[in-house]
């Protein structure tokens, strides 16, 4: 049982949350994962961790609510309890001082480039941060990255905010001016990640992408999390979860994450089903 | 009433286990085989010679008393042949149920020379299911503290065997285990139908009430490493993490949607409990009027594919690229999945899986074999017919073809020696590894084998722990 010390909303359907893992908190490095389950009939969930705190033995972690699951964590005030926590899982971030990095983080996504981002931060390298959301409602962590940043654009989609742009769009404008980018970490939707790969690979910029795909154990026993990379299969949980942007085949990634929508679909239809009936009994009660 | 005579006892035949029904259980999860009436048990157990010299017990990997058991059964005294299995194992309702007694202690029975041998496994889930119905499982006498502490790593056959010894001999033992459930492959591989999880989890009590710490959510090498076990006040640790790292085929295709490792589709069903989604939340392949191939000849496959019939599968199919001869399954499984109508397909290889343009498994291409000479493992080599390859319709494919070992203790604990295969090697007499204080057994040692040989390990493993910590000094 992993107490939530605090829990707030940073966008829609994004939260945040700080919670007691002091095993965790000591051991994390940027780039790795825990699971966490709810309850006993829920699910493994994988998330990023965004960020610890060593002396007050917490990490933490930002869940955008999608699908049955996700709502559920997002349902979570500080107080409450997740039942299960384990980690840190995964190869952590390969940090080095490689001078211009760019850190690119779409949606969520953001959240999980934050601590790879303070990484290379501290490494020493000239860090540019390119934080990309659909509107400006969207947009997390600004003030954070400021402070990490050397350089920090913020990119929306429809000009609400910021850049009026895809993220992928700022980053050509920053190799068109000429300036020498020496690697590039773009974490997000796969979409994102893929654009993202395309533009630099011309130009031979070194890029990482974190990978998302659907795991179990996530410790290497049960091979759900498999994915193509240099045409080989690789286990994203114990190989990755980064890997070079430009050996990834990001449509296969596409399609397996696919391989579970129908029933999740089915799963979030019947729990919303079934919030509208106890609000419904909730108000008939009250009347 | 006088003894039976020698004779008499050779006379009654070897008792046959009640069971459900095959219609009616391959489509649901209740367990399989119903267990011995007391009546029964009684009269298997008579069949027992009593052999001054039980040879029986030689077959056993824990060396349980095997005919000073069935002489209490067959005096009727249950709780008492009860205790004396747990003499020498720690895990005996689940033994009854998954050892393969066919090869071991029912192998080596002298009533088995001329007759069927006597049905020892039958016998010990007898004992064991009515100690826990009746009476609840009795713990066995514990030796004062030592003040030592055993951190046991995995909390599969191996380390829970290996715990229950340790925590007996009056160590402390705290057992790490990576899943958010205790119990390894006895928990997320085998199915409930063949060994309940209600079982599992009341042996494991036991163990909990001898004294045995439990960390769940704890990955060795990540959470803690090897080294910060030492240093948190361990003084031994036994690393019994299992194989674990599912071996596909390296066929094009094999990342098509609905292709899983024997070790996703039965960790999502049993672990997760899938075949109750969305009750519980996590989903599996919905099987419901597909066809289903299981490509392997092992337990785990015979695990897999009487799992997809339950879940409703039209077609399911045991794949095997050598004949019905060389399969390594338990006769018992073969024989419990023909009846439950699964198909077995022989001397057949598959050489691509073919899918759609979403990604989804549509077929697979298969090729006939033929048996050649034998290889190194003394079985027949299986090799193609040329032009013999076909193609059928699949819409879930499981690959049953055994595990590698997990790379995370490797990965993080490089002063250990590892074979090629990243097996840890150990001297086999006391399972100590290269590295003072660290012992290892199981899967992550011998490569996939069974419970009871883990278990055995485990007992070894136990014994000469023991042994060190009595004089740390030495290795």
Known sequence: MNKIISAEFLAADIKRFVIEAPKIAAKRRAGQFVIVRIDEKGERIPLTIADSNKEQGTITIIVQGIGKTTKEINNHVAGDFFLDVVGPLGKPSHIENFG?????????????????AVALKEAGNHTIVINGARNKDLVILEEELKNVADELYITTDDGS???????????QELIDSGRKIDFVLAIGPIPMMRAVANTTKPYGIKTVVSLNPVMVDGTGMCGGCRATVDNKTVFVCVDG???DAHLVDFDLLTKRNR????????????????????????????? | MPPLTKKERMQISRQPMPEQEPLARSRN?????????????????????????????EGCPVGVKIRDFIQLVSEGDFLGAAAKIKEDNALPAVCGRVCPQEEQCEAKCVVGVKHDPVAIGRLERFVSDYEREKVGIRTPHVKPKTGKKVAVVGSGPAGLSC????????????????????????????????LPKNIVKAE????????????????????DTVDELFENGYHAVFIAVGAGLPYFMSIPGENFNGVYSANEFLTRVNLMKAYKFPEYDTPVFDCKNKNVAVFGGGNTAMDAVRTAKRLGAKNAYIMYRRSEKEMPARLEEVHHAKQEGIEFVFLTNPLEFLGDEDGWLRGVKLQKMELGEPDASGRRRPVPIPNSEYIIDLDMAVVAIGNGSNPIIQKTTPDLSYNKRGNIIVNEENMKTSKKGVFAGGDIVSGGATVILAMGAGRTAAKAIDNYLTNTEAW
């Open chain 1, 241 to 243: 979860p980064e890997f």
């Open chain 2, 204 to 223: 494991v009590d036991a163990l909990k009430n001898l004294g045995v710490e439990f960390q769940t959510n704890a990955v060795i090498g990540f959470t």
């Open chain 2, 29 to 57: 999860f209740l367990e399989v085989n119903l267990g011995f009436t007391e009546e029964l048990a009684r009269m298997e157990a008579n069949r027992c010679l009593q052999c001054p010299k039980p040879v029986c017990v």
């Open chain 1, 100 to 116: 211009t990095a760019i850190s690119i983080g779409g949606g969520v996504g953001t959240a999980i480039a934050f601590p790879t």
């Open chain 2, 163 to 194: 715990a229950g010894d340790l925590i007996q001999l009056g160590h402390d033992v705290t057992v790490f285990e990576a899943l958010h459930e205790i119990g390894g492959v006895l928990i997320y591989g085998i199915p409930e139908f063949r």
């Open chain 1, 161 to 171: 905010y910021g850049y009026h742009g895809f993220v992928t769009q700022k980053l």
């Open chain 1, 259 to 287: 391989t579970y929508n129908q029933s999740e679909k089915a799963a979030l239809d019947n729990h919303l089903c079934k919030l509208d009936k106890a609000f419904v009994e909730a108000v008939t009660t009250e009347s």
